[in-house]
T-cell receptor
Framework: DSGVTQTPKHLITATGQRVTLRCSPR?????VYWYQQSLDQGLQFLIQ???????AKGNILERFSAQQFPDLHSELNLSSLELGDSALYFC???????????FGPGTRLLVL | KNEVEQSPQNLTAQEGEFITINCSYS?????LHWLQQHPGGGIVSLFM???GKKKHGRLIATINIQEKHSSLHITASHPRDSAVYIC????????????FGTGTRLAVRP
């Protein structure tokens, strides 16, 4: 158990819908990262938050957004969902930045 | 060309064999991570290296900064080592985020 929690574990939805994925980092970790793992793209960085502020942005679509709240949990919002958004979404946390990252169990999203 | 390359992509070994997985990167980094992804999907961080060598149980990771190359070794492999092993580069122009290799799928047969 990494100490990072993600909900829900599984999500099935339809094209065009909007979903919210939630991540609670390890106690005391200030950095939260979101990654997407699809079959054809492997693991890709989406976005990083540090202590409530966006720190880095990767290959995140405009239809996707994220935020980190004062209690340091983070949410990833995916809207206007397409079939290609079906993937495993992981969040990871670290104390500050360039350290070991602890991964949550992931949310498996299936868009039908 | 990917910034992080792994080889081999697939590896099958007999129980007890010594296993080596290689990772090359083309960018300047501050650290190289080795991750293990279980068949169920969960990801576990094995090592974070910035120089030299680290050992944990039967796992050994090395890095050569000058050659931009890292290796993960598994001694006395066991079927429970069957997983996907992923190297990831951190730092340099990438900042804190991880840039991942494509992974090595390892199957250890009893």
């Amino acid at each position: 158990d990494s100490g990072v929690t993600q909900t829900p574990k599984h999500l099935i939805t339809a094209t065009g819908q909007r979903v919210t994925l939630r991540c609670s980092p390890r106690s005391g970790d200030l950095s939260v990262y979101w990654y997407q793992q699809s079959l054809d793209q492997g693991l890709q960085f989406l976005i990083q938050y540090y202590n409530g502020e966006e720190r880095a942005k990767g290959n995140i679509l405009e239809r996707f957004s994220a935020q980190q709240f004062p209690d340091l949990h983070s949410e990833l919002n995916l809207s206007s969902l397409e079939l290609g958004d079906s993937a495993l979404y992981f969040c990871a946390s670290s104390p500050r930045g360039r350290e070991t990252q602890y991964f949550g169990p992931g949310t498996r999203l299936l868009v039908l | 060309k990917n910034e992080v390359e792994q080889s081999p992509q697939n590896l099958t070994a007999q129980e007890g064999e010594f296993i080596t997985i290689n990772c090359s990167y083309s960018v300047g980094i501050s650290a190289l991570h080795w991750l293990q992804q279980h068949p169920g999907g969960g990801i576990v961080s094995l090592f974070m290296l910035s120089s030299g060598k680290k050992k944990h149980g039967r796992l050994i990771a090395t890095i050569n900064i000058q050659e931009k190359h890292s290796s993960l070794h598994i001694t006395a492999s066991h079927p429970r080592d069957s997983a996907v092993y992923i190297c990831a580069a951190q730092g340099g122009s990438s900042g804190d985020k991880l840039t991942f290799g494509t992974g090595t799928r390892l199957a250890v047969r009893p």
